[in-house]
T-cell receptor, first 114, second 111 residues
Framework: GNSVTQMEGPVTLSEEAFLTINCTYT??????LFWYVQYPGEGLQLLLK?????DKGSNKGFEATYRKETTSFHLEKGSVQVSDSAVYFC?????????????FGKGTTLSVSS | GAVVSQHPSWVICKSGTSVKIECRSL??????MFWYRQFPKQSLMLMAT?????????EQGVEKDKFLINHASLTLSTLTVTSAHPEDSSFYIC???????FGDGTRLSIL
């Protein structure tokens, strides 16, 4: 079946540190991949996405590259800020069914201190 | 851009009451919406798929008589938690399918 595995948190970093949050997936076919961010007490916001192999999604300094050979979609940011503190979810959706629900990883909590 | 509005954002009620949560697509039509449940510090779990004009499709283990879903129009889906109990306390989030935008969620607390 389809599933998403994220590195367990919490991840604690100092401001301006480099961030990597690992995400690997299991899926049939070629899924679309997403990163969502959830700030405390709020809903989910789409951070970035990639729909095919070797695509790189990017937004607000965050990047993730769709790696089919390693079935990965790791999230990176070169210099984190305190305002990046949130929970980050990796998710997939089967490409053949655009109207289907997302399958989420368990989420990784990021805490950035000044 | 496309926006999904969810209401209420927070509700506290007594055990045994029923609670209705609304999910609206504000500037687009959503024939399909999804309802998720999120336990504290855990991921989102799909509860059901809501289809306009037809019965919802529930995920395994979700009680359809407990969580009533109605999708009577192209812009509104509702989730009613019937006879709520403390174990139903959770964060409920809806999303449209196309585009996949999420509401801000509803925090439900049953006393």
């Amino acid at each position: 079946g389809n599933s998403v595995t994220q590195m367990e948190g919490p991840v604690t970093l100092s401001e301006e540190a480099f961030l990597t949050i690992n995400c690997t997936y299991t899926a049939t076919g070629y899924p679309s991949l997403f990163w969502y961010v959830q700030y405390p007490g709020e809903g989910l916001q789409l951070l970035l996405k990639a729909t095919k192999a070797d695509d790189k999604g990017s937004n607000k300094g965050f990047e993730a590259t769709y790696r089919k050979e390693t079935t990965s979609f790791h999230l990176e940011k070169g210099s984190v800020q305190v305002s990046d503190s949130a929970v980050y979810f990796c998710a997939l959706r089967r490409a053949s069914q655009a109207g289907t629900a997302l399958i989420f990883g368990k989420g990784t909590t990021l805490s950035v201190s000044s | 851009g496309a926006v999904v509005s969810q209401h209420p954002s927070w509700v506290i009620c007594k055990s045994g009451t029923s609670v209705k949560i609304e999910c609206r697509s504000l500037d687009f039509q959503a024939t399909t919406m999804f309802w998720y449940r999120q336990f504290p510090k855990q991921s989102l779990m799909l509860m059901a798929t809501s289809n306009e004009g037809s019965k919802a499709t529930y995920e395994q283990g979700v009680e359809k008589d407990k969580f009533l879903i109605n999708h009577a129009s192209l812009t509104l889906s509702t989730l009613t938690v019937t006879s709520a109990h403390p174990e139903d306390s959770s964060f409920y989030i809806c999303s449209a399918s196309q585009p996949q935008h999420f509401g801000d969620g509803t925090r439900l607390s049953i006393l």
